[in-house]
């Protein structure tokens, strides 16, 4: 049984933000930041706090170089590496270490680069970090001080408080370490404790009373010298964990982060989706609405979703979306991938069955199998495979779909990715904004599948029972 604490005991012992001298003080400093941010997103899911912005899906030298180029001073590219194997996103994070650190020297720029990574705490950590010190450090000849840690994502409710990642669910905090998150087969830990949390995936090379600990405590009391005095003593890629509660929090760091990179200091970082907005000093818009996504020629269409995350929330929102009449349900047997003729039979039928409804101008919804494939102990890497295997078919019905939807939306980490990378086979997108807290959607570009047409993606662990039954009825005018 899990432990339950009340969100409230955990944050009253808190004092308020100071907005207003939070303002001021990062109009005083943001200004003098001119690094190109440069953001490697483990899934597609990492843009969902931004907007305005582009991301990337390959990371060729000619398309980084572009990043730099843009007029924006952050980009993304998506290497959705959380569905790699560890041989796969080492070779990964070395290539766009080799080329970000030769570009920002060919283009005499400064740069940042951010690993933003799963707020629930699942990835290919610390590999992926770690690779991109040692690359970086062959090449510039300089050491990286130290690796910053925060994965606070309030729209997901992920708390960072005394050291300890909570994930909340409704009016309760639960440690992380005892969420289902920390039982993925592939990336499952058992720390809460962010500093133990650092020891134990690390295998102890980085010990948890090594780490440097920005308190919320030093934040609220907007202690900026003494959080630079922090950083300034961090050495040795040492870890520096930040505690948040709200994005003002996170501003206050990334004040005193400025003023010790002014000074020498080198990070990394492995973050969620949050301190990319704050550090690209992007705004807060308003959540999308139906006139804002849908043309008034494609209002008769049929939308197409597609769910393939196996998480509970995700299947809990799947049984509320099943309680609209109005959308065709057709579920998808994955486990036949096992049987490789009778798999490519299913997914043809689920396709020509998805192309039927959709050209009649119903709304379709694609969801595999929801039991997991479970081969059995010692069959991770195996699993993660079917488990690619799965996505590219479901992809595969996306990329060959005849009929144009009004809307498409993936629900999923991998599923999300794939279907846009290699479904819609979208090359550069821009993040027009998010249509839920957390739930990012792109425009995808003129050399997608489906030119200009709204692309949702919706993570699996985010939002409440009813956020895609919601979202769906906003897409469709109804809400």
Same mark, same amino acid.
């Given at each position: 049984? &899990?432990?339950k604490?009340?969100?409230?005991?955990?944050? #009253?012992?808190?004092?308020?933000?100071?907005?207003? =001298?939070i303002?001021?003080?990062?109009a005083e400093?943001r200004p003098?930041f001119? *690094?190109k941010?440069v953001?490697?997103?483990?899934d597609?899911?990492g843009v969902q706090?931004v907007h305005?912005v582009?991301v990337?899906t390959?990371w060729?030298?000619e398309?980084?170089?572009? !990043?730099?180029l843009d007029e924006t001073?952050?980009?993304?590219?998506?290497?959705?590496?959380?569905?790699?194997?560890a041989q796969?996103?080492?070779?990964v *994070? +070395?290539d766009?270490?080799?080329?970000?650190?030769?570009l920002s020297q060919?283009?005499n720029q400064p740069?940042?680069?951010?690993s +933003? $990574?799963?707020?629930t705490?699942r990835g290919?950590?610390p590999?992926?970090t770690?690779?991109m010190?040692?690359t970086i450090e062959?090449?510039?000849?300089?050491?990286?001080?130290?690796?910053?840690?925060?994965?606070?994502?309030k729209e997901?409710?992920?708390?960072?408080?005394n050291?300890i *990642?909570?994930v909340q669910?409704?009016?309760?905090l639960?440690?992380?370490g005892e969420?289902e998150?920390?039982?993925?087969?592939?990336?499952g830990?058992?720390?809460?404790h962010?500093g133990?949390?650092?020891?134990?995936?690390t295998? !102890? =090379?980085?010990?948890?009373?090594d780490?440097?600990y920005?308190?919320l405590?030093?934040?609220r009391?907007?202690? #900026?010298?003494?959080?630079?005095?922090?950083?300034?003593?961090?050495?040795n890629f040492?870890?520096v964990? /930040?505690?948040a509660l709200?994005e003002?929090d996170v501003?206050?760091f990334s004040i005193?982060?400025?003023?010790?990179m002014?000074?020498g200091?080198?990070?990394l970082f492995r973050?969620a989706?949050?301190?990319?907005?704050?550090?690209?000093?992007i705004s807060?818009?308003?959540?999308?609405?139906h006139?804002?996504? &849908?043309?008034?020629?494609?209002e008769? !269409?049929?939308?197409l979703?597609v769910v393939?995350?196996?998480v509970?929330?995700?299947?809990e929102q799947l049984q509320?979306l099943?309680?609209l009449s109005?959308l065709t349900? #057709?579920?998808?047997?994955?486990h036949l991938v096992?049987?490789?003729?009778?798999f490519?039979?299913e997914?043809?039928r689920?396709?020509?069955e998805?192309?039927?409804s959709?050209a009649?101008g119903e709304t379709?919804?694609?969801y595999t199998?929801r039991?997991?494939l479970?081969? $059995?102990?010692g069959?991770?890497?195996?699993?993660?495979k079917?488990?690619?295997?799965i996505?590219a078919?479901?992809?595969s019905?996306v990329?060959?779909?005849?009929i +144009?939807?009004k809307?498409?939306?993936a629900?999923?980490g991998i599923?999300?990715?794939?279907?846009?990378?290699?479904g819609l086979? @979208?090359?550069?997108?821009? /993040?027009v904004g998010?249509?839920?807290?957390?739930i990012? @959607?792109?425009k995808?570009?003129?050399d997608?599948?489906?030119?200009h &047409?709204?692309?949702?993606i919706?993570?699996?662990n985010?939002?409440t @029972?009813?956020t895609l039954?919601?979202v769906?009825l906003?897409l469709?005018g109804k *809400?």
């Amino acid at each position: 049984m &899990i432990e339950k604490r009340e969100v409230v005991e955990e944050l #009253i012992q808190f004092s308020s933000v100071k907005k207003e =001298a939070i303002n001021k003080l990062w109009a005083e400093v943001r200004p003098s930041f001119n *690094h190109k941010i440069v953001v490697l997103d483990d899934d597609p899911t990492g843009v969902q706090t931004v907007h305005g912005v582009f991301v990337y899906t390959d990371w060729t030298e000619e398309t980084i170089e572009q !990043g730099f180029l843009d007029e924006t001073q952050i980009f993304f590219i998506l290497t959705n590496s959380r569905a790699f194997t560890a041989q796969e996103t080492e070779q990964v *994070h +070395r290539d766009i270490a080799e080329r970000v650190e030769r570009l920002s020297q060919k283009l005499n720029q400064p740069y940042m680069i951010i690993s +933003r $990574g799963d707020s629930t705490l699942r990835g290919h950590y610390p590999l992926e970090t770690k690779v991109m010190k040692e690359t970086i450090e062959q090449q510039k000849k300089q050491e990286i001080d130290g690796e910053i840690l925060l994965p606070f994502f309030k729209e997901g409710g992920r708390l960072t408080v005394n050291n300890i *990642h909570y994930v909340q669910y409704t009016d309760a905090l639960v440690p992380a370490g005892e969420t289902e998150f920390a039982k993925d087969r592939t990336f499952g830990f058992t720390s809460s404790h962010l500093g133990e949390w650092i020891e134990e995936k690390t295998e !102890g =090379a980085y010990r948890a009373g090594d780490t440097t600990y920005i308190s919320l405590t030093s934040i609220r009391q907007l202690a #900026i010298e003494d959080i630079v005095n922090q950083l300034i003593n961090v050495s040795n890629f040492n870890k520096v964990v /930040v505690n948040a509660l709200d994005e003002e929090d996170v501003r206050v760091f990334s004040i005193a982060l400025i003023l010790a990179m002014q000074k020498g200091k080198r990070f990394l970082f492995r973050t969620a989706a949050t301190f990319t907005k704050i550090i690209g000093n992007i705004s807060s818009k308003p959540l999308l609405k139906h006139d804002d996504l &849908i043309e008034k020629s494609e209002e008769n !269409g049929g939308g197409l979703i597609v769910v393939g995350s196996h998480v509970q929330k995700t299947t809990e929102q799947l049984q509320e979306l099943q309680t609209l009449s109005s959308l065709t349900f #057709i579920e998808l047997d994955c486990h036949l991938v096992l049987n490789r003729e009778e798999f490519i039979r299913e997914v043809e039928r689920v396709k020509s069955e998805a192309q039927t409804s959709v050209a009649k101008g119903e709304t379709t919804v694609i969801y595999t199998k929801r039991e997991r494939l479970d081969l $059995g102990e010692g069959k991770k890497e195996e699993e993660l495979k079917l488990s690619v295997e799965i996505s590219a078919a479901v992809t595969s019905i996306v990329r060959d779909f005849e009929i +144009r939807p009004k809307y498409i939306i993936a629900k999923g980490g991998i599923t999300s990715s794939d279907v846009g990378t290699k479904g819609l086979q @979208v090359k550069k997108a821009t /993040v027009v904004g998010q249509i839920a807290p957390g739930i990012p @959607v792109w425009k995808t570009g003129s050399d997608s599948v489906f030119p200009h &047409i709204p692309y949702v993606i919706f993570p699996g662990n985010v939002g409440t @029972v009813t956020t895609l039954k919601n979202v769906v009825l906003e897409l469709e005018g109804k *809400h």
